[in-house]
Antibody, heavy 118, light 106 residues
């Protein structure tokens, strides 16, 4: 079964860049066959889609975040990453990575809490 | 931008049928997916493409989509089904989630 694991700093200072990595326990052929997405969930709130990456270089981002976000893939490390710049307290959330399978997200990583504070 | 609207909460007695709705114009021609999220856990996919159950999801979970409303139905609801449920669909190249419904099994 496919396994995803998020990693990165749990605390980021206001106005700095949030950087997370999602490691995919799978062969490179698997990574090149699907879209890979980031989704976040502020404490006590609902899910918010951040963006997606497809290995041929296609990326699509949430209209509300597109000016601050970059998603990329490192095939050699079987991972994909999220960078969100100019963060504020509103970016405090649990960040999930997920594989897109047909029109759904499955599976999801366990999530990692990122707190933005000055 | 498109929105998906869910009721904030639904209550059901054990053994009864729970129905959770998700409304939005994008559902008229897009698939709906449903996710279950228990406290402190990641969401898991319970219904894809309106009505398909992934492997390992109990048969009591089913889905439908008609007009602008998708519905998640849980037949014979069990205490273990108490969770938050989110619908999701695609608006062009953007994923949209509903606000979530807290299912309480009383």
């Amino acid at each position: 079964q496919l396994h995803l694991q998020e990693s990165g700093p749990g605390l980021v200072k206001t106005s700095e860049t949030l950087s997370l990595t999602c490691t995919v326990a799978a062969d490179s052929i698997i990574i090149s066959s699907y879209h890979w997405d980031w989704i976040r969930q502020p404490p006590g709130k609902g899910l918010e889609w951040i963006g997606t990456f497809y290995y041929i270089g296609s990326t699509y981002y949430s209209p509300s975040l597109k000016n601050r976000v970059i998603i990329s893939v490192d095939m050699s490390k079987h991972s994909f990453s999220l960078k969100l710049n100019s963060v504020t307290a509103a970016d405090t959330a649990v960040y999930y990575c997920a594989r897109r399978y047909t029109d759904s997200f499955d599976p999801w990583g366990q999530g990692t809490l990122v707190t933005v504070s000055s | 931008s498109y929105e998906l609207t869910q009721p904030p909460s639904v209550s059901v007695s054990p053994g009864q049928t729970a129905s959770i709705t998700c409304s939005g114009d994008i559902l008229r021609d897009k698939y709906a997916s449903w996710y279950q999220q228990k406290p402190g856990q990641s969401p898991i996919l319970v219904i894809s493409q309106n009505n398909k159950r992934p492997s390992g999801i109990p048969e009591r979970f089913s889905g439908s989509n008609s007009g602008n409303t998708a519905t998640l139905t849980i037949s014979g609801t069990q205490a273990m089904d108490e969770a938050d449920y989110y619908c999701q669909a695609w608006d062009s190249r953007t994923a949209v989630f509903g606000g979530g419904t807290k299912l309480t099994v009383l």
